[in-house]
């Protein structure tokens, strides 16, 4: 059986915690890493062996994929920083270029017509690979929509490089989703917050791969 490749989740918000358990449930060992090592190893203790802690350099180092969960503004700052660590790695971008608004929901905080997988594939450090993914669900579905059975939710992804095709897909799978990819970063605006394939969009919530196909197709 081929190897795995390493995959560190940085930031242990909401989708964070949910990825690192769902990747555990698939039997899948995963890096997890936070501002505060005692973060990432309280959670260790809850999820078990198969959840490694780690700083967050330390995880940077170790991993092969890096599931960055962490705020819009802050991934940009994250390739400044660990620019030259980032080289030859796959990284994948949940996030979502919003903020509160006054009405108590959620705006964007670039424009409408922009996504933030553009956005960050314009910052990408030099040999790193993008890819949109795992931001297709709010936190609670992602949760409870996933290993579901006979048929498994989706999760939608996007990248410019289909090398990374495989390894994406398998993520998406330890994660409990079956993968659908809808093209290139350029079509990431579709499965992010407010996007015609986000939960939080015109999809309205988790949908089976049979659906996603027709929702696509029609699209």
Do not use: C
């Amino acid at each position: 059986m081929t190897q795995k490749s390493k995959v560190a989740v940085i930031g242990l918000g909401s989708i964070g915690t949910v990825v690192a358990t769902n990747l555990v449930k698939g039997n899948r060992t995963v890096i997890i890493a936070d501002r505060t090592l005692e973060k990432a190893t309280e959670l260790s203790k809850k999820l078990g062996s198969l959840a490694q802690p780690a700083t967050i350099a330390a995880a940077v180092k170790e991993a092969e994929i890096i599931v960055l969960t962490i705020w819009f503004d802050g991934i940009k700052e994250f390739f400044k920083t660990y620019a030259t660590e980032l080289q030859g790695k796959i990284i994948v971008d949940p996030s979502n270029p919003i903020a509160p608004d006054e009405k108590g929901g959620f705006k964007k905080i670039i424009d409408k017509d922009q996504s933030s997988g553009l956005v960050l594939s314009e910052l990408l450090p030099e040999g790193a690979k993008l890819a949109k993914a795992l931001g297709t669900l709010g936190a609670a579905s992602l949760a409870n929509a996933a290993f579901r059975q006979p048929e498994k939710a989706v999760e939608f992804y996007a990248t410019d490089d289909t090398s990374i095709n495989d390894q994406i897909e398998g993520l998406i799978r330890d994660n409990g989703f079956e993968p659908v990819r809808i093209g290139g970063i350029d079509k990431s605006i579709r499965i992010e917050v407010f996007g015609d394939l986000h939960e939080f969009g015109a999809l309205g919530n988790p949908v089976t791969l049979s659906k996603a196909k027709q929702v696509v197709a029609a699209a």
